[in-house]
């Protein structure tokens, strides 16, 4: 590792955050600290990480001037700016982005936010080698940053958890003033009973107060009785705080993910959402250890210290050297600890991730007979997760044998000095009995608030990681909205659509539903069906254009009265692990048992419920395993149905039924009056009767009329038709 002041090297909390990371890094070098998390979330960072163009993009809003450059013949290492950002694929195979801030005779300086400040072998990293020293293979792209005045005149944008923390204790003020008391009771009594052994030696044994020793006996008995009460009250005060902070950080990270827009979710892994919610463990063990244990430790600290003072100072001195130095081991492990636990989090996130990829696709493992392949890329993940934990649980006993050899010499040193003392007559045996008690009762509290570091620091990258969720913004509900009600039609004027790297994944699209008709939107694998689908749900916004509802702008109507207006089905629509009722209902008191199945009749879905040992109130397995893809896609259709929408949008919905079943089915749902039906299907003769087809390429709309028009004028509808030449 390198140790320079000048380098900064901002870490990252998932393996995609690497390129905001680098920015974080960039401008805390120039001056400016700004949050990683709002840094990657500019950058659109999704499941593959952030493309070079997002990087420069992002990096202009913040005041840098951006170029990226491609290795050519005339590439010269000594001509760069530093510090820049440098694309590399590390071991793994994984890409990355790390800030090269020097070139030395045979090094380069490098900030790896996944690892810290580096250097490694020169001429391997730039004739883009894997080797000793340098677990980086270049791919030859660079990126290099320029401060303008903009840069400077942009605030600070940087989250504090110690505020987040506070703020979460304050709401429990009452209930840690009741420990803060239980505790200074439970210390009274402590101290009181600490010379009790004291006593016993210097003044009962010798002068035979068999009476005063039966009394005083019986009071510390009484005394600890009251303590062990005391005690059991107080932590049954932070057993109910725990619960409590449990409940809010829980609920709120539910809550809030529940409200994130789809895109927002699209772009990440479920592994990384997952391993957040076990994050609440982590910040939830640090909030009630800084309110049960940390009250107590600091008060037993300072009226020992008092204590111990007062009954001689020379010894005091030592212990208090003691104390510092255990406050010394502290901060010396606290850049390692705060590394570490990242690098552990982010592994924990990956293996994850890799099992709900293992489990969910089960059966494509199997078919290909790709076993041993996924278990070796889960057991290389698992073991490097591992070794992680292996080096944070080998730091953390480095630092326990430390607290040990500094603890045992500390006491020996006392003891010595000590003994001295007796023997200038300047402390009895029994003081020195009682004074290491209290040197007990001061040096255990230390130790306990030095113990707490490891689990601050994996609270404090934990709040972080949940932050960094918690910051992504959400689906917001409009009040006092009027609920959406369409009498004329749906328009999309010049709407345009852009995910990432600026370009257009929708291009000018101009569609217009008159109310009741039934229109199609067919096209090639990847030409953009389901995305123009989503926007009539919210689930994207255009970045150019607008969705009109009878010449009303979308954006002026909230998120929950558009789609309770216009219902979107999916292929594979998800099931719940529920009943067939509360799958057909979702939520929606309103709909009747007889209406509910009246239309399951309809559906086809009666068919087979009927035949199931409870009927409506058997349980479905997950996702409704135990349904064929057909059955589980009437369900689906009948639960749409049931919404009554105005606009019922088909993607495939009907791909896994046999084509009785689909046609019976479809025909009911053509019949349903003043029903807008919107089908995408690779089955022309399923959309052969639609009002107008529209025909999608590559995002564009291409040719739009009826089945019969499109076959004389647009060749790629006749191909899609397989009539094409």
């Known amino acids: 590792m390198v140790k320079d002041m000048k380098y900064r090297c901002v870490k990252q909390y998932d393996s995609t955050d690497c390129a905001g990371a680098c920015l974080a890094s960039i401008a805390w070098y120039y001056g400016k600290k700004m949050s990683m998390i709002e840094l990657s979330e500019a950058l659109e960072t999704n499941k593959e990480g952030t493309s070079v163009w997002d990087i420069c993009r992002v990096a202009e809003n913040i005041g840098f001037l951006a170029s990226a450059y491609k290795k050519n013949e005339e590439f010269r290492e000594n001509e760069l700016e530093f510090p820049c950002v440098a694309h590399v694929y590390q071991e793994d195979g994984l890409a990355h982005f790390v800030v090269i801030y020097k070139i030395k005779k045979d090094s380069i300086v490098i900030a790896d936010p996944s690892v810290g400040i580096v250097e490694v072998n020169r001429n391997k990293f730039f004739n883009s080698e894997f080797g000793e020293n340098c677990p980086y293979f270049w791919t030859g792209i660079i990126i290099i940053f320029k401060t303008t005045e903009e840069f400077y005149r942009k605030k600070e944008s940087i989250r504090g958890n110690e505020n987040k923390f506070l703020g979460l204790i304050k709401k429990e003020w009452k209930r840690t003033i009741y420990i803060m008391l239980l505790s200074g009771i439970s210390m009274g009594i402590s101290i009181i009973t600490s010379f009790y052994f004291g006593t016993l030696i210097d003044t009962i044994i010798p002068n035979r107060l068999i009476y005063s020793l039966i009394f005083m006996t019986l009071m510390v008995i009484l005394m600890l009785l009251v303590k062990t009460i005391v005690d059991w ?50 910040v939830q063990e640090a909030l009630v250890s800084s309110i049960l244990v940390l009250p107590i430790d600091i008060l037993f600290v300072i009226a020992v210290s008092i204590i111990l003072c007062l009954l001689n100072i020379k010894i005091f001195t030592v212990v208090a050297i003691m104390c510092f130095a255990y406050i010394g081991v502290m901060v010396w492990f606290k850049k390692y600890y705060t590394v570490l636990n990242s690098k552990e989090m982010s592994r924990e996130a990956r293996v994850t991730a890799h099992l709900i990829d293992s489990i969910e696709g089960i059966l494509t493992v199997k078919a290909y007979t790709y076993n041993g392949t996924i278990f070796n890329n889960g057991k290389k993940k698992i073991e490097k997760w591992q070794d992680t934990i292996l080096e944070l649980g080998s730091t953390e006993n480095l630092q326990s044998a430390i607290k040990v050899l500094i603890g045992g010499v500390g006491e020996i040193i006392v003891l010595c000095f000590g003994t001295f003392e007796i023997i200038r007559n300047n402390l009895s045996i029994g003081e020195l009995v009682t004074y290491n008690i209290l040197i007990g009762y001061l040096l255990t509290p230390v130790k306990d608030i030095v113990n707490l570091q490891p689990l601050y620091h994996a609270a404090h990258v934990a709040m972080e990681r949940l932050e960094s969720v918690l910051c992504i913004k959400i689906e917001k509900s409009k009040d006092n909205v009027e609920a959406l009600k369409i009498n004329e039609k749906i328009e999309l004027k010049d709407v345009n659509l852009q995910f990432r790297s600026g370009k257009n994944v929708l291009d000018k699209i101009n569609i217009k539903i008159k109310k009741g008709e039934k229109i199609a939107i067919v096209g090639e694998t990847g030409s953009g069906k389901t995305t123009l689908a989503k926007l009539f749900m919210k689930f994207y916004s255009p970045d150019k254009g607008e969705v009109y509802v009878d010449n009303i702008e979308f954006q002026n109507f909230g998120v929950q009265e558009i789609r309770a207006a216009i219902v979107y089905v999916s292929q594979e629509d998800f099931l719940f692990t529920a009943s067939v009722r509360e799958n057909l209902k979702m939520g929606n008191d309103g709909i009747t048992d007889d209406e509910m199945i009246e239309i399951s009749h309809n559906m086809g879905v009666d068919q087979f419920v009927s035949k199931m040992e409870r009927g409506y109130d058997s349980v479905l397995e997950e996702r409704g395993k135990n349904l064929s893809k057909g059955q589980r896609q009437k369900i689906s259709l009948t639960r749409a149905i049931l919404r009554h929408p105005q606009v019922l949008i088909l993607d495939e919905a009907t791909s896994n039924m046999d084509s009785i079943s689909e046609r019976e089915i479809l025909n009911y749902i053509k019949g349903i009056q003043n029903l807008t039906l919107i089908l995408i299907s690779h089955r022309i003769d399923v959309i052969a009767d639609s009002n107008c087809i529209y025909v999608l390429q590559k995002g564009s709309i291409v040719a739009s009329g009826t089945d019969e028009q499109l076959k004389k004028q647009c060749e790629l509808y006749r191909q899609l038709c397989g009539e094409g030449e």
């Open 233 to 282: 009250g107080r932590a049954k005060i932070s057993l109910d705080i725990s619960k409590s902070f449990n409940l809010e950080l829980s609920l709120k990270y539910y809550k809030h993910l529940l409200d994130l827009k789809v895109d927002s979710i699209e772009k990440r892994k479920n592994g990384e959402f997952i391993s957040r919610f076990q994050d609440v463990i982590r």
